[in-house]
């Protein structure tokens, strides 16, 4: 499936979002953090403003709900434009009801663990997603420290996708820069958000290009 790069429009300038879109015109998706100050201490964007974005940006959508409720509210997500539409397991009643609306309605479903939560009681319904992320920050802020103790489970949740056959993505989120994507890569991740190294870098697009390549060469 190959290395994915997707720029968190976290960091952007959100007055600017559709130019801050152009500026990573290389990478392959655009990840789009919605938080609603209740499953994390933080309050961005929501649907009018992806509705919007998916309109004005190239890239997919993926969309990543830090929020309370996603059981209600991510099939609008789909409708909004979402390319993919990620939930976190820690708030979802129904994972597998949720998965399968998101499919139905044409987008890829993704579940997000944060980085205490493990995959093991996961195992049986990775068959129903397309996606797993998995935080290596606390979800909530940008330009936070990556969580070398994520590691393991990336390997681990890599370990079970094989053992199943899956073709899924196993995504990465948060702290990812030139001094990390590799680790990340070599434990088996191939979609990989990242935020203030691609928006704080003098030029965004060659960050994602550079990122994109030590990926790459760490999974040669
Ligand atoms: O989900 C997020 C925070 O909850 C962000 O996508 C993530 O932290 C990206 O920002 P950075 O690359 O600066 O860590």
């Not at 920050?137 to 949740?157: A, N, S, W």
């Not at 370990?159 to 990390?180: F, P, R, Y």
Request: charged share 25%; glycine share 6%; with cysteine.
């Amino acid at each position: 499936m190959g290395i994915q790069i997707a720029p968190s429009i976290l960091t952007a300038d959100f007055a600017h979002l559709a130019d801050e879109a152009k500026a990573v015109s290389d990478a392959e998706w655009l990840h789009v953090d919605v938080m609603d100050n209740h499953f994390v201490p933080n309050l961005t964007l929501g649907m009018p403003v992806v509705e919007a974005l998916a309109k004005a940006a190239e890239q997919p959508l993926d969309c990543h709900l830090m929020i309370e409720d996603p059981d209600r509210w991510a099939p609008g997500y789909v409708e909004a434009g979402a390319s993919s539409v990620t939930f976190h397991v820690e708030a979802c009643r129904a994972p597998i009801r949720t998965a399968r609306e998101i499919r139905a309605k044409g987008a890829r479903a993704a579940m997000a663990l944060r980085p205490a939560t493990p995959i093991e009681p996961y195992e049986d319904m990775l068959a129903e997603l397309d996606m797993v992320l998995l935080m290596t920050v606390e979800p909530g802020f940008g330009g936070q420290k990556f969580l070398d103790v994520v590691l393991p489970k990336i390997r681990r949740t890599r370990d079970l996708v094989t053992k199943h056959g899956l073709d899924i993505w196993i995504e990465i989120d948060g702290g990812v820069s030139a001094e990390t994507i590799e680790r990340c890569a070599e434990a088996g991740a191939d979609v990989f958000v990242a935020g203030s190294a691609v928006y704080s870098a003098d030029n965004p697009n060659e960050m994602v290009n550079h990122l994109r390549t030590l990926a790459e060469a760490a999974t040669a």
